[in-house]
């Protein structure tokens, strides 16, 4: 029998599985205020609920579909969990220290199909996209790990995956962390990031409102495809399209973020491109050092390149942040823990 992830449900769905099982509508939402603000280990933590409904719930249900096999924190406070589903696959999930809160970037699926030439995950393939319950948790079992789980108020779509890829359970995930009754975060600090896929953009801005981060990376579209295939699907027109008609709240701004990547598209050129591509957009850039995989040939620019890149997008009076590249002792960038950990573990 398949248990019914509770984690996963909708406020009103799960109302409908309690009355399917003979409950007040009630009890549903307290059940929900358990399993998505209490960080409970067990059932039999639900002090408040009937013996003879924790007993229903063991059997029906579950809320706990990860197990954290492993957590290394960096030298600078970055902390890495690495996840196991219940089918046995793992995740990688990664709390990052700011100055003052705490950022979550969590993943969407078990690998990714989009195959980015850059990208750790890439390289493994798409297994299975997670379902709505296992990005939920990802955020409950860091809350449960921190001594002040308020400090955690960010929560960034950029582990392994494509989100918009996923995008039913993403949009379930995401309306149980910002909905008041769920988890409460405020979609102001919840961000969603793509490599560009075109018509879920253009769902997103219907469906919900969280920021939007674009994968850029290239500013011209030979450079683009060739870094992330994707680009062929949708190339840079279409893309920049559906950014402009993101509608955007008060003062908030796209992401786009730019993985830097010696004689690739660290160039002048790339740079005043980027300018241009982005001219008349609401626009906020990190760029962010490629953090090298072993086996790949690409490697980062230098810091003065980095610095020289960033001066031409800020001397055209774009916000250009350096993103420096935390957790690196801890193989922090995207996939990078689980292929170390595999290779030396299975
Ligand atoms: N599929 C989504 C989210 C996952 S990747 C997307 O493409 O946006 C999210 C981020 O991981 C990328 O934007 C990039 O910032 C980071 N990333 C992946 N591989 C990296 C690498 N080798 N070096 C630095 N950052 C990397």
């Known amino acids: 029998m398949i248990r019914t992830d509770l984690k996963g449900l909708s406020a009103a769905e799960m109302e409908v599985w309690a009355v399917d099982h003979g409950l007040g509508t009630y009890r549903g939402r307290q059940i929900r205020h358990w399993a998505l603000t209490r960080f409970v280990k067990s059932f039999d933590e639900m002090s408040n609920l ?5 007993t229903l719930l063991k059997e029906k249900a579950h ?3 990860l197990r954290e096999i492993k957590a290394v924190q960096s030298e600078d406070g970055t902390r890495k969990y690495l996840h196991q589903l219940q089918d046995g696959h793992t995740i990688e999930t990664v ?22 030439s850059f990208c750790a995950t890439g390289k493994q393939g798409l297994v299975r996209n997670l379902t709505p319950g296992e990005i939920i948790e990802q955020v409950i079992l860091a809350k449960r790990s921190l001594e ?6 960010n929560i960034v779509l950029m582990g392994m995956g494509e989100p918009l890829a996923n995008y039913d359970a993403v949009i379930k995930a995401l309306r149980n962390l910002i909905e008041p009754d769920g988890m409460n975060f405020s979609h ?10 075109v018509p879920e953009i253009e769902r997103l801005a219907r469906d919900i409102t969280v920021n939007l ?14 870094l992330m295939p994707i680009n062929r699907k949708y190339p840079l027109d279409q893309l920049i399209q559906a950014c402009k008609s993101f509608p955007l709240p008060n003062r908030r701004m796209i992401t ?49 390149r980095i610095f020289h890149f960033q001066k031409i997008l800020t001397d055209r ?15 922090a960038a995207c996939g990078q823990l689980k292929g170390a950990f595999e290779s030396k573990f299975c």
């Open 188 to 197: 102001r600090k919840v961000t969603l990031s793509t490599c560009g896929l």
């Open 95 to 116: 709390l990052i220290p700011e100055r003052d809160h705490l950022t979550l970037c969590i993943s969407s699926q078990v690998g990714c199909a989009m195959n980015c």
């Open 256 to 304: 786009f973020e730019y993985i830097l990547i010696k004689d690739t598209n660290d160039r002048d050129r790339d740079a005043h491109n980027l300018c241009w591509l982005l001219s008349g957009l609401r626009a906020k850039i990190n760029l962010i050092p490629l953090n090298a995989d072993p086996e790949s040939l690409m490697m980062p620019p230098s810091m003065d």
């Open 50 to 54: 009937p013996k003879t409904l924790r």
């Open 148 to 153: 002040y789980p308020d400090r955690l108020t």
């Open 213 to 226: 981060a674009v994968s850029l990376n290239g500013a011209d579209d030979e450079t683009r495809s060739r």
């Open 63 to 65: 809320i706990f579909p």
């Open 317 to 331: 009076h774009f916000t250009a942040i350096i993103r420096k590249s935390k957790g690196r002792d801890i193989l």
